[in-house]
Protein backbone atom coordinates (compact mmCIF):
# COMPACT_ATOMS: atom_id res chain seq x y z
CA UNK A 1 0.00 0.00 0.00
CA UNK A 2 1.47 3.25 -1.00
CA UNK A 3 0.82 6.69 1.48
CA UNK A 4 -2.21 8.16 0.56
CA UNK A 5 -2.51 11.25 -1.29
CA UNK A 6 -5.01 13.01 1.26
CA UNK A 7 -3.26 14.82 4.48
CA UNK A 8 -4.65 16.45 8.01
CA UNK A 9 -3.27 19.67 8.88
CA UNK A 10 -1.43 20.08 12.54
CA UNK A 11 -0.66 23.39 12.94
CA UNK A 12 1.72 24.27 9.70
CA UNK A 13 2.37 20.42 8.92
CA UNK A 14 0.66 18.46 6.70
CA UNK A 15 0.13 14.77 8.37
CA UNK A 16 -0.68 11.66 5.61
CA UNK A 17 -4.00 10.06 6.67
CA UNK A 18 -2.12 6.62 6.46
CA UNK A 19 1.40 6.52 8.32
CA UNK A 20 3.85 3.50 8.99
CA UNK A 21 4.07 3.71 12.72
CA UNK A 22 7.11 2.19 14.71
CA UNK A 23 5.85 -0.02 17.78
CA UNK A 24 8.32 -0.41 20.97
CA UNK A 25 8.22 -1.73 24.32
CA UNK A 26 9.63 1.30 26.07
CA UNK A 27 9.06 4.34 23.85
CA UNK A 28 6.60 7.11 24.14
CA UNK A 29 7.02 10.02 22.17
CA UNK A 30 5.21 12.96 23.27
CA UNK A 31 4.06 16.21 21.13
CA UNK A 32 6.89 19.22 20.89
CA UNK A 33 9.63 16.90 21.56
CA UNK A 34 12.39 15.59 20.04
CA UNK A 35 12.74 11.97 20.08
CA UNK A 36 16.30 10.32 18.75
CA UNK A 37 16.58 6.75 16.87
CA UNK A 38 18.56 4.39 15.98
CA UNK A 39 17.33 2.22 12.98
CA UNK A 40 18.98 -0.98 12.65
CA UNK A 41 16.08 -3.76 11.83
CA UNK A 42 15.53 -4.28 7.88
CA UNK A 43 12.04 -3.21 8.22
CA UNK A 44 12.27 -0.43 9.62
CA UNK A 45 15.04 0.82 7.08
CA UNK A 46 12.57 0.10 4.92
CA UNK A 47 10.26 2.41 6.87
CA UNK A 48 12.51 5.29 6.69
CA UNK A 49 13.41 5.09 3.02
CA UNK A 50 10.19 4.97 1.88
CA UNK A 51 8.94 7.78 4.37
CA UNK A 52 12.18 9.78 4.33
CA UNK A 53 10.59 10.01 0.27
CA UNK A 54 7.46 10.40 0.38
CA UNK A 55 5.50 11.39 3.65
CA UNK A 56 7.81 12.51 6.82
CA UNK A 57 5.93 11.33 9.30
CA UNK A 58 5.85 8.36 11.18
CA UNK A 59 3.91 7.11 14.00
CA UNK A 60 5.30 5.84 17.89
CA UNK A 61 2.83 3.25 19.19
CA UNK A 62 4.30 1.58 22.62
CA UNK A 63 3.34 -2.38 22.85
CA UNK A 64 1.53 -4.07 24.88
CA UNK A 65 2.34 -6.32 27.73
CA UNK A 66 3.56 -9.93 26.26
CA UNK A 67 4.64 -8.75 23.44
CA UNK A 68 8.17 -10.37 23.67
CA UNK A 69 6.91 -13.95 21.72
CA UNK A 70 5.33 -12.09 18.99
CA UNK A 71 7.72 -9.26 18.31
CA UNK A 72 8.82 -10.09 14.45
CA UNK A 73 4.75 -10.44 14.10
CA UNK A 74 2.36 -7.79 14.80
CA UNK A 75 2.08 -8.09 18.50
CA UNK A 76 -0.91 -5.41 20.17
CA UNK A 77 -0.22 -1.68 20.82
CA UNK A 78 -1.78 0.97 22.65
CA UNK A 79 -3.75 2.49 19.92
CA UNK A 80 -3.30 6.46 21.58
CA UNK A 81 0.06 7.46 20.03
CA UNK A 82 1.73 10.42 18.80
CA UNK A 83 3.19 11.48 14.89
CA UNK A 84 6.03 12.14 14.45
CA UNK A 85 7.47 14.13 12.05
CA UNK A 86 11.09 13.31 10.07
CA UNK A 87 13.63 15.89 11.15
CA UNK A 88 16.63 14.51 10.75
CA UNK A 89 18.08 11.40 8.28
CA UNK A 90 21.61 9.63 8.57
CA UNK A 91 22.10 7.02 6.50
CA UNK A 92 25.21 5.24 8.01
CA UNK A 93 27.45 3.00 6.00
CA UNK A 94 26.14 -0.33 6.83
CA UNK A 95 22.23 0.87 5.64
CA UNK A 96 21.59 1.10 9.58
CA UNK A 97 19.76 5.24 10.23
CA UNK A 98 20.44 7.25 12.75
CA UNK A 99 16.67 9.56 12.46
CA UNK A 100 15.30 12.54 14.96
CA UNK A 101 11.73 13.02 15.11
CA UNK A 102 9.94 15.72 16.21
CA UNK A 103 6.83 14.81 17.98
CA UNK A 104 3.64 16.62 16.34
CA UNK A 105 0.45 15.69 17.78
CA UNK A 106 -1.18 12.76 19.69
CA UNK A 107 -3.35 10.54 17.65
CA UNK A 108 -5.63 7.26 17.50
CA UNK A 109 -4.41 4.07 14.92
CA UNK A 110 -6.46 2.37 13.48
CA UNK A 111 -4.23 -0.89 11.93
CA UNK A 112 -4.26 -1.42 7.72
CA UNK A 113 -3.36 -4.84 6.32
CA UNK A 114 -0.60 -3.44 4.30
CA UNK A 115 2.07 -5.63 2.29
CA UNK A 116 5.31 -3.06 3.04
CA UNK A 117 7.35 -5.39 6.18
CA UNK A 118 6.71 -2.43 8.29
CA UNK A 119 3.19 -1.53 10.18
CA UNK A 120 0.67 1.36 8.67
CA UNK A 121 -2.46 3.04 9.97
CA UNK A 122 -5.35 5.20 9.54
CA UNK A 123 -4.66 7.99 11.70
CA UNK A 124 -7.05 10.48 13.75
CA UNK A 125 -5.21 13.15 14.83
CA UNK A 126 -6.93 14.65 18.49
CA UNK A 127 -7.27 18.28 18.80
CA UNK A 128 -5.84 20.51 21.56
CA UNK A 129 -7.50 23.61 21.69
CA UNK A 130 -5.41 26.93 22.97
CA UNK A 131 -6.50 26.73 26.19
CA UNK A 132 -5.49 23.19 26.64
CA UNK A 133 -1.75 24.35 26.00
CA UNK A 134 -1.22 26.34 29.19
CA UNK A 135 -1.32 26.23 32.83
CA UNK A 136 -3.09 27.94 35.46
CA UNK A 137 -0.26 29.61 37.96
CA UNK A 138 -0.76 26.82 40.80
CA UNK A 139 -0.80 23.76 38.64
CA UNK A 140 2.56 25.16 37.52
CA UNK A 141 4.23 25.71 40.74
CA UNK A 142 2.81 22.69 41.93
CA UNK A 143 4.29 20.40 38.83
CA UNK A 144 7.93 22.59 39.41
CA UNK A 145 7.58 22.39 43.06
CA UNK A 146 7.42 18.91 43.13
CA UNK A 147 10.18 18.28 40.11
CA UNK A 148 12.95 20.30 41.92
CA UNK A 149 12.89 18.22 44.62
CA UNK A 150 12.74 15.32 43.03
CA UNK A 151 15.14 16.20 40.60
CA UNK A 152 17.96 17.45 43.47
CA UNK A 153 17.39 13.89 44.91
CA UNK A 154 18.39 12.10 41.95
CA UNK A 155 20.91 14.66 41.05
CA UNK A 156 19.07 15.05 36.90
CA UNK A 157 21.17 18.71 36.35
CA UNK A 158 19.80 18.93 32.54
CA UNK A 159 16.49 18.56 33.71
CA UNK A 160 16.94 21.33 36.78
CA UNK A 161 17.94 23.45 34.27
CA UNK A 162 14.77 23.06 31.75
CA UNK A 163 12.54 24.22 35.11
CA UNK A 164 14.89 27.02 36.05
CA UNK A 165 14.18 28.39 32.91
CA UNK A 166 11.89 30.51 32.01
CA UNK A 167 11.35 30.58 28.34
CA UNK A 168 9.90 27.08 27.73
CA UNK A 169 6.16 27.56 27.73
CA UNK A 170 3.68 24.97 29.81
CA UNK A 171 3.23 22.38 27.54
CA UNK A 172 7.25 21.87 26.42
CA UNK A 173 8.22 22.10 30.71
CA UNK A 174 5.64 18.94 30.82
CA UNK A 175 5.85 16.92 27.64
CA UNK A 176 9.60 16.64 28.19
CA UNK A 177 9.24 16.33 31.92
CA UNK A 178 7.45 13.19 30.89
CA UNK A 179 9.42 12.27 28.47
CA UNK A 180 12.35 12.86 30.06
CA UNK A 181 12.35 11.36 33.06
CA UNK A 182 14.00 7.87 32.82
CA UNK A 183 12.47 6.77 36.09
CA UNK A 184 8.95 6.91 34.65
CA UNK A 185 7.76 3.33 33.01
CA UNK A 186 6.93 3.22 29.23
CA UNK A 187 3.27 2.66 31.19
CA UNK A 188 3.56 5.47 33.31
CA UNK A 189 4.24 7.51 30.35
CA UNK A 190 1.54 6.49 28.57
CA UNK A 191 -0.62 7.06 30.86
CA UNK A 192 0.68 10.68 30.97
CA UNK A 193 0.33 10.83 27.17
CA UNK A 194 -3.68 9.95 27.17
CA UNK A 195 -4.09 12.58 29.58
CA UNK A 196 -6.94 14.57 27.50
CA UNK A 197 -5.45 17.86 27.97
CA UNK A 198 -2.22 19.28 29.33
CA UNK A 199 -3.58 20.68 32.73
CA UNK A 200 -4.36 16.86 33.52
CA UNK A 201 -1.11 15.12 31.98
CA UNK A 202 0.50 17.85 34.51
CA UNK A 203 -1.68 16.74 37.49
CA UNK A 204 -0.87 13.42 36.68
CA UNK A 205 3.25 13.92 36.49
CA UNK A 206 2.72 15.72 39.74
CA UNK A 207 1.41 13.25 41.75
CA UNK A 208 3.37 10.33 40.41
CA UNK A 209 6.49 12.90 41.07
CA UNK A 210 4.88 12.83 44.81
CA UNK A 211 4.51 9.07 45.16
CA UNK A 212 8.47 8.55 43.38
CA UNK A 213 9.82 11.43 46.09
CA UNK A 214 8.43 9.99 48.78
CA UNK A 215 9.46 6.84 48.07
CA UNK A 216 13.04 8.19 47.74
CA UNK A 217 12.97 9.89 51.12
CA UNK A 218 12.00 7.12 52.89
CA UNK A 219 14.92 4.99 51.05
CA UNK A 220 17.03 8.28 52.34
CA UNK A 221 15.77 7.92 55.47
CA UNK A 222 16.43 4.39 56.02
Known amino acids: MSFDSHSIKTQSFSVPEIIPFF????????????????????????????????????????LKDGWESQYYERPPIHDLGCVGQLVNVEELTDG?????????????????????????????????????????????????????????????????????????????????????????TPLEKQFLLEAEHLTQRASRLTELLKFKLSDLLSSAQG
Not at 35 to 47: A, C, G, N, W
Not at 137 to 153: G, I, N, P
Open 23 to 62: PLPSVVLFPHIFLPLHIFEPRYRDMVKDIASKGDCIGMAL
Open 96 to 184: RYNIVLKGLQRCHYDELSVATPYRQATVTLLPESLDSLSLSESARTKLVDVAESYLDMKKAHDLSQLIASEEFDDAVLVNSLSSGLVDL
